[in-house]
C-alpha cells in the first residue's frame, strides 16, 4: 500500500494483533515458494516448536502426529510451506476470539488462475464447519470451497488430532497432498473444523492465485469487514464512503459509542430541519440522513 494512503486504514492499535495464536506449533508442508511462511511467523511468534517437512504424505502425517501429542498448551498451526499470504489475511483464523479449530476457505469463484490445483472441499449450508476434503484418494461430492492452505487446530483438540493423523498415515496416498490429507484425517474422525473465509484477500500457493478486492492488504480487510448484498445505493453509494470515513475512525481511534453518538445527532438534527416546514431546509434534512446513514455503518 502507498504510504500515502495507509493512514486511511487504521492506527498501529487497530492493526495490532491479539496474540491469540502465540507461541503456537508450527508445521510447513511441501516444498517452500519463493516467498516462505513470514507472514505466519508473524502470528505465532515466538515459534513453539517447528516442523519443516518435505515429503511423501505418510511421512508428513507421522511428523505431524508426532508434534501435536508433544504439548496441549498451544495451539498448533500448520500451513502449506508454498502458501503466499498477508498478514491481514490469517487474523481471522490465527488471532480472531472464537476460532478454535479451523482451516480457511474460500469461494471458488475468488480464484483468479490455476482453480483445479488447489484441494476442493465441501462447507455444511450454514457456513460454519468442514464437511469433507478431496485429496488423491478421495473424491468429495458438491464441492463448494477450496483451501488455500492455511490449518489452525485448537490446544484441546491436538490429542485427537495426533491420533487422526497417525490413523491417515496407514492409508495415506502415496501422491497424495499432505496439508489436504491432514485436513481431511480432522474431519473424518469427527474433529470440528471451522470453515474461516478468506475474504477479499491476495494469495496464491504454486500455479494458484487470487487477485483479491483493490488495494494493499489493509484496505482488503477493511473491503472485508463491509457487508454486502444490501441493494444498489447501499452497495455502491453508502458502503464506499462508510469504508473510507472507517478507516479514518480507527486511525483516530474512535470508539463505537461515539460513531452512534454522531449517527443519531445527525439524525435529531435532520428531523428539527424537517419540523420547520421549509423546503431548504428539507434538502438539507435529507443530506444528512445519508450522512448520518453513513456513518451508522460505520460502527457494524
Known amino acids: 500500500m502507498s504510504p500515502h494512503t495507509e493512514w486511511l486504514v487504521g492506527n498501529d ?4 494483533a ?13 516444498r517452500p515458494g519463493e516467498s516462505g511462511p513470514p507472514t505466519v511467523l508473524d502470528l505465532v511468534s515466538p515459534v513453539g516448536e ?12 507421522v511428523a505431524l502426529a508426532d508434534l501435536a501429542s508433544a504439548t496441549d498448551s498451544f495451539p498448533l498451526v500448520v500451513a502449506a510451506a508454498d502458501l503466499s499470504i498477508s498478514f491481514p489475511a490469517v487474523l481471522d483464523l490465527l488471532d480472531k476470539p472464537g476460532v478454535a479449530t ?24 450454514d457456513g460454519k464447519l468442514v464437511e469433507s476434503v478431496g485429496t488423491a484418494g478421495y473424491v468429495v461430492t458438491r464441492p463448494n470451497r477450496v483451501l488455500p492452505g492455511l490449518l489452525r487446530v ?20 502415496a501422491d497424495a497432498d499432505p496439508f489436504a490429507l491432514a485436513v481431511l ?8 473444523v471451522q470453515a474461516v473465509p478468506l475474504g477479499p484477500f491476495a494469495f496464491s500457493r504454486g500455479d494458484s492465485s487470487a487477485d483479491g478486492a483493490a488495494g494493499g492488504p489493509w484496505r482488503q480487510r477493511l473491503r472485508g ?37 454522531a449517527s443519531v445527532a445527525l439524525g435529531v438534527l435532520a428531523a428539527g430541519l424537517v419540523a420547520t416546514g421549509s423546503r431548504g431546509l428539507w434538502v438539507v434534512a435529507s443530506v444528512l440522513v445519508q450522512v448520518s446513514l ?5 460502527d457494524g
Open 13 to 16: 492499535r487497530a492493526r495490532a
Open 18 to 30: 491479539l496474540g491469540l495464536s502465540a507461541g503456537s506449533d508450527l508445521a510447513m508442508l511441501g
Open 294 to 298: 453513513v456513518i451508522d455503518c460505520v
Open 102 to 125: 479451523g482451516v480457511q476457505v474460500v469461494l471458488p469463484e475468488s480464484v483468479d488462475h490455476g482453480l483445479a490445483h488447489l484441494t476442493a472441499a465441501r462447507v455444511g449450508g
Open 225 to 261: 469487514a463491509s457487508r454486502g448484498g444490501d441493494g444498489f445505493f447501499s452497495t455502491y453509494a453508502v458502503r464506499p464512503l462508510s469504508r473510507k470515513v472507517t478507516g479514518i475512525g480507527l486511525r483516530l481511534g474512535w470508539s463505537p459509542n461515539a460513531v452512534t453518538a
Open 185 to 192: 484425517a480432522l474431519v473424518r474422525s469427527g474433529i470440528p
Open 50 to 61: 517447528r516442523v519443516d517437512f518435505d515429503g511423501p504424505a505418510a511421512g508428513a502425517m
Open 154 to 173: 485448537a490446544p484441546g483438540h491436538r490429542a485427537a488430532a495426533a491420533a487422526a493423523w497417525r490413523e491417515a498415515a496407514v492409508v495415506a496416498p
